[in-house]
């Protein structure tokens, strides 16, 4: 489970570089969970938000606070 856990976040992060919106914000929310990685889901979730995605603004703003 844990090699499938690996590769979904690595189509994940493929995705987001190519702009997938919802992507951006999964990945950012994965980068929240991880310790020291806050910075990362800071960038993560603003991308999403420009695109729309009203969720990441508001844990972006959260996180921010």
Do not use: P
């Not at 690996?6 to 310790?35: D, N, R």
């Not at 800071?42 to 999403?48: E, F, S």
């Amino acid at each position: 489970v844990k090699g499938k856990r690996k590769e979904a976040l690595y189509w994940c992060l493929k995705a987001a570089e190519q702009g997938l919106a919802f992507s951006q914000h999964i990945l950012a929310k994965k980068y929240e969970e991880e310790k020291n990685m806050t910075q990362q889901a800071v960038v993560w979730y603003k991308k999403a938000a420009k695109q729309g995605v009203e969720v990441s603004l508001i844990a972006q703003a959260d996180m921010e606070n």
